[in-house]
C-alpha cells in the first residue's frame, strides 16, 4: 500500500508539472494535454480506490501554484495568441474584431525568425455596421455609447491593419484583408487543410467583452487520415470565407 501511495503521488506531480509547464510555456499541443489529463484523471481513480485523498494541487509547490494561477487571470484578461503556431505553419487565417494583438504576436514570430516568409496570410475584419453590435465592457450602454465603443473598435482595426502591412509585406508571399459583412464566430485558423491542422474558436457571448469570451481548439493530428466532424464543420467555415463572391465578407 505504501508503494502504491508513493507511485501514486509521484505520477501525479508527474502530470500535474507537465500540465504546467505547457501552459507556462504557451505550448498549445491538445495531444499532449489530452493524453496527460488521461492519465491524471486515471491516477486520481485509482488513487480514490485505495483510499488516497488526492489534491488537484498535487506535486505543486506553492510558488507554482500562485505564477499558474496568474498566468491563467492574464489569458483571461485579454487572448493573446502563441507566436509558435505561426511559425508552425505556412497557411494562416484570422477572423477577429479588431485583430488588434496580432502584430505583436507576428513580431515576436519574426524576432525570433528574422527570415520567415508565410505562404498566405488572410486577416478577416468586423466590418464598421459589425463592430456597433459590440460593447467593449458593458452589457448594457446608450446608443451614444454604442457610438463611441464602435469607433474605439474602428481605431484598433485600422492600426491593426496599417502595422501587419508594414511587418508582412516582405514576409508573405500572399496578404489579403477582408471585411466580414455577416458575424458568426471568431477564430484562427492554422494549416486547416493538412493533417497537424489547428483551429482555434471563439464564440461570442451577449454582453460580454468578446476578447473575454472562452475559446475551443480543434486540431487534426499529424498522423490521422481525416479530422473529426467538428473539426471540419469550421474548416468549411474557413474555406467559405475565402471563396470567391460569397455572401459573408469582402476583400478591403
Not at 454582453?207 to 480543434?218: D, S, W
Request: hydrophobic share 35%; proline share 5%.
Amino acid at each position: 500500500r505504501d508503494i502504491m501511495r508513493l507511485l501514486v503521488q509521484k505520477g501525479l506531480y508527474l502530470s500535474n508539472d507537465a500540465n504546467y509547464n505547457m501552459n507556462e510555456q504557451g505550448i498549445v499541443c491538445p495531444f499532449a494535454r489530452d493524453a496527460n489529463n488521461q492519465i491524471l484523471n486515471e491516477l486520481k481513480a485509482l488513487g480514490d480506490s485505495i483510499g488516497i485523498q488526492v489534491p488537484d494541487s498535487t506535486g505543486l509547490s506553492q510558488r507554482k501554484i500562485i505564477k499558474f494561477q496568474s498566468t491563467n487571470l492574464k489569458l483571461q484578461t485579454k487572448k493573446v495568441l502563441p507566436h509558435k503556431l505561426l511559425l508552425n505553419h505556412d497557411m494562416i487565417a484570422f477572423v477577429g474584431l479588431t485583430n488588434d494583438s496580432l502584430p505583436s504576436v507576428f513580431a515576436k514570430a519574426l524576432a525570433e525568425e528574422p527570415n520567415r516568409k508565410w505562404k498566405k496570410v488572410c486577416v478577416f475584419y468586423t466590418s464598421d455596421t459589425l463592430l456597433k453590435w459590440f460593447s467593449q465592457e458593458k452589457p448594457a450602454l446608450n446608443n451614444d455609447d454604442w457610438e463611441k465603443e464602435a469607433t474605439n473598435y474602428a481605431k484598433e482595426k485600422k492600426t491593426s491593419m496599417s502595422e501587419l502591412t508594414s511587418l508582412l509585406s516582405n514576409n508573405t508571399d500572399e496578404l489579403c484583408f477582408y471585411e466580414l459583412c455577416q458575424h458568426c464566430f471568431f477564430g484562427s485558423f492554422f494549416g486547416w487543410d493538412a493533417p497537424g491542422g489547428y483551429i482555434h474558436i471563439s464564440p461570442t457571448i451577449w454582453g460580454v467583452n468578446p476578447k473575454r469570451c472562452p475559446a475551443q481548439n480543434f486540431s487534426w493530428g499529424p498522423h490521422e487520415k481525416s479530422p473529426s466532424s467538428s473539426y471540419q464543420a469550421y474548416r468549411n467555415g474557413i474555406k467559405n470565407l475565402l471563396a470567391m463572391g460569397n455572401a459573408f465578407a469582402e476583400p478591403i
